[in-house]
């Protein structure tokens, strides 16, 4: 059964950050590229940022390049998103999602930043 489980969210204020953890079983974790997505109330679900098998590759969404960092742990099944210099706007449901055949998707983990 697959199952990812996202970790690490929580209240944090402008400026400050934030390492979301999503710990994946149930299939072959190296073999897939996986990806952060976030969903504002009332927006679109959204991509935040995809990292390819070996963590070799990465994509940013514009809004949180320079400032998110996407990696990966095959040894440990798990996919990281560490989130620096939060904003107000960062504020959503994070995602996590694997690219199998069929794509997987997590319970989502709230960020919520605010002073």
């Known amino acids: 059964q697959v199952q990812l489980v996202e970790s690490g969210g929580g209240l944090v204020q402008p400026g400050g950050s934030l390492r979301l953890s999503c710990a994946a079983s149930?299939?072959?974790?190296?073999?897939?590229?996986m990806s952060w997505y976030r969903q504002a109330p009332g927006k679109e679900r959204e991509s935040v940022a995809t990292i390819s098998t070996t963590g070799g590759s990465t994509d940013y969404a514009d809004s949180v390049k320079g400032r998110f960092t996407i990696s990966r742990d095959n040894a440990k099944n798990t996919v990281y998103l560490q989130m620096n210099s939060l904003k107000p706007e960062d504020t959503a449901v994070y995602y996590c999602?694997?690219?199998?055949?069929?794509?997987?998707w997590g319970q989502g983990t709230q960020v919520t930043v605010s002073s």
């Open positions: 149930g299939f072959t974790f190296s073999s897939y590229a």
């Open positions: 999602y694997a690219r199998t055949w069929v794509g997987y």
